[in-house]
């Protein structure tokens, strides 16, 4: 197959790891791999080299054009009139850009047999664009768009597109946002992302932390859907009741960073909370960690998870909406909390003393990467003729 994935941009984070482990997992199968991106500013990741990479600036395609740059103009200003509008407007102009730019590609490689647009964020700059072999793969519980208008949104940005998520607690939300709007879609299909344990090994490996501590340790963007600030309150109760002697490692970055410090700072744990900031290769940090704790209020199929896992690094995490769940199963149901700080504290002491327990390649096992390539085969066989 030729497969093109399609990510917004290239900055450090889950989703797009992800994306660019989903481009290297067809390129490993002997597949003709492409990874489209359109935002270049802060690009912090890239593929192995079996994976042709391409910059589509589509913005900066559409504010070169005079009639382009006024009619974005014009967009923000019904923005100001009918708010959170701005993506409608803006993928109705951008669309075009990326058809263009995307049969000058296949002109010099050949049509695709699938584009696959990761994420709703990425699949908004270009909802006008639709083909039989696109799959818009949604990996998170579906936006609600703060206006009156949003089931008419809904309606017609994913009008018979080909829908893919990521675990099955994600079909269950979307199915039922799509009858309670009233989407008429394509397809609506699961597929869970893929994980190259070998190339998370390799990463694990490739340089020693210097850091002299026992710890725990949580990855993700430093915002307010990813509950860092229940975490740090758990830990800190940890701390005080029942005498925790691990430090806190916190890898990535983000708007709430200074306020969690702050918070740091007030519960008196500041001395034992370590920020590393973003990470391109957070894995040895993760292999390294006793325990990964993962407070996340909602999720798509939380790859940190499964990357965890392939670092034989135990797992502890809250009841989420969303795929959490779908990876806290088969004995891992154990390990599931609720939202409450003593609960928390209490789930990371006692995992810590009973020591390593969970069977690491049994749970791996569902996303293997042949395995996923094969279902993206059976799934969309028809896309493919």
């Known amino acids: 197959m030729r497969v093109a994935v399609v990510v917004k941009s290239l900055h450090i984070g889950g989703m797009e790891r992800a994306a660019i482990n989903l481009a290297q997992t067809f390129a490993n199968e ?3 791999s492409h990874l489209i991106y359109f935002k270049d500013k802060n690009r912090a990741l890239s593929p192995n080299e079996k994976v042709k990479v391409h910059l589509f600036d589509i913005e900066k395609s559409l504010k070169k054009s005079v009639v382009g ?10 923005n100001g009139i009918i708010r959170h509008s701005y993506f409608y407007f803006q993928g109705t102009l951008l669309s075009p850009i990326f058809r263009s730019r995307l049969k000058e590609l296949e002109k010099k490689y050949g049509e695709f047999d699938l584009i696959i647009v990761r994420g709703q964020g990425t699949f908004e700059m270009i909802w006008r664009y639709n083909s039989p072999n696109l799959i818009i793969q949604q990996v998170n519980i579906l936006r609600e768009y703060k206006t009156s208008l949003n089931d008419l949104f809904r309606q017609k940005i994913f009008a018979d597109k080909n829908i893919l998520c990521n675990a099955p607690s994600v079909y269950k939300e979307l199915k039922y946002d799509f009858e309670k709007s009233r989407v008429r879609y394509r397809s609506l299909k699961t597929i869970p992302s893929p994980i190259n344990i070998k190339l998370i090994e390799q990463k694990a490996d490739q340089y020693k932390i210097d850091f002299d501590h026992q710890y725990i340790i949580n990855i ?4 307010p859907v990813k509950n860092i600030s229940l975490l740090i309150k758990a830990y800190a109760h940890a701390k005080k009741e029942y005498n925790l002697i691990h430090k806190l490692v916190i890898v990535g970055d983000g708007a709430l960073k200074e306020d969690l ?8 744990v500041v ?7 973003a990470l391109s290769n957070p894995y040895p940090w993760l292999k390294n960690a006793d325990l990964f704790v993962f407070t996340s209020k909602n ?3 939380p790859n940190v998870l499964l990357e965890s896992l392939a670092c034989q690094t135990e797992i502890i995490a809250t009841r989420g909406r969303g795929g959490t769940l ?16 003593e609960e928390i504290a209490s789930k990371i002491v006692s995992t810590l003393q009973q020591g390593p327990k969970t069977d690491f390649a049994k749970h791996l096992q569902r996303y293997t990467p042949q395995d996923i390539v094969d279902q993206y085969r059976r799934e969309y066989t028809e896309c493919t003729k």
């Open 299 to 301: 999720e798509g199929l």
């Open 220 to 223: 993700g963007r430093l915002a």
């Open 69 to 78: 740059a006024v009619l974005n103009i014009f967009a923000k200003i019904l």
């Open 261 to 268: 410090k702050q918070q740091c700072i007030e519960l008196n």
């Open 271 to 277: 001395d034992d909370v370590h920020f590393t900031g």
């Open 30 to 32: 002997n597949h003709e």
């Open 326 to 341: 779908d990876i806290m199963s088969d004995g891992l149901e154990t390990n599931l909390m609720s939202f409450e700080i």
